[in-house]
């Protein structure tokens, strides 16, 4: 998702005394993480925009490529709960640094893939980074700025994945076009070399404090409330994912639209999602339950929208992009959920978040992609109307009361 805004806090930062918090806070490094998250939002969106050309070129039907949203997400939901303990002897640093080095990597084997299975590769190892980065970027910003500026430390670094949802798909869009899909996976290769060197030149050293392990996330999933947010998640990213990944063909296919007005259309879809985000976070701040819950009904009366009135360009367009303005609210409120259903184990929450997301990700480009080859494209929009529809019931029944 598109991923959600929610990194796992490293176990290793949690046992850090009083006096080890830094007094002065080092906004070079957290900006380069602002960076590092642009570049893989950027990385993590582009064969959504891509998809037809991409296809084409590799001699495989769109369902087929669409697994590269697939198997980035496989991966990084393993790497999301499992980086801290894999690395934990390591300075974060240096960690961080690697991860980056993999953004780097994965856009270059997919700008000179020659066929599926090496852009699935690529696809893998940008499923390492973007899961190991989102699981380490919270505890990072922690020892870089005293506590009372984390808020303010985080806000920064999230305003990569705003950047990104705006820019990545109508940027890849209009690139692909112009100069070709490749050069569109080199343009973020480039974009993720110069997060590298800010972060070698800003970044501190961070030497692991202490040993991460598997037992808190156990602990916090036998609880019921979390259990039921996960099952939102795991509704709202398959359904979301099920569908948009499939948005450009649907465009070119049923208004028939040319590449510049669908690079438009996407454009306004990363804008909603841009306001969509403080939308979110202004209603979960009054009533958690309808911000969880409205997000992905409006999700799925975007969808429904386009598959009874999808011919007509204008509401195509609107559609898409009340569909971006309704998934951009969405990671705030079930971040939001999940912290106060265990505010004693924040960072396992969000682990937990993090690798059902992913989990979702590739549960719903799967199944779109199976739809979209079988049943045409208006089927994956089907499925993501009814998972999202489904997430908005289940929340309004069982979802958060406002004293969690």
Known sequence: MTEPATGVIDATVLDRT?????????????????????????????????????????????????QAVTATAVV?????????????????????????????????????????????????VLGVALGGFWSMSAAMAMRLVPMRLMPRAMSIILTGVSVATVTAAPVGAYVGDIWGWRTAFMIAA????????????TIPSLPPTAVASFRTLIEVLKRPTIRVALLVVLLVASGQFAGFTYVRPFLETVPVMPIATISLVLLAYGIGGFFGNFAGAFLAERNLKLAVALAPLLIALSALAMLIFGASPVIAATAVAAWGFAFGAVPVGLQTWLVRAAPDQAESAGGLMVATFQVAIALGAVLGGLLVDHAGVASAFAYGAAATLLAAVVTFAIGPKQAE
Request: proline letters at 3%; glycine letters at 8%; hydrophobic letters at 60%.
């Open 190 to 201: 480039v974009v993720g070399a110069l997060a590298l060197l800010v972060q070698l030149a």
């Open 18 to 66: 009083e006096s080890e918090e830094r007094t002065e806070p080092v906004w070079g490094a957290v900006v380069s993480l602002a960076l590092g998250v642009f570049g893989l939002v950027t990385a993590e969106f582009l064969p959504a925009s891509l998809l037809t050309r991409l296809a084409q070129d590799l001699g495989v039907s769109e369902g087929a490529a669409g």
């Open 76 to 124: 990084g939901a393993i790497a999301a709960p499992t980086m801290a303990i894999v690395t934990k002897r390591l300075d974060r640093r240096l960690v961080m640094w690697m991860l980056t080095v993999f953004l780097i990597v994965s856009n270059l084997l997919a700008a000179f893939a020659s066929s599926l299975t090496m852009l699935l590769l690529a696809r893998v």
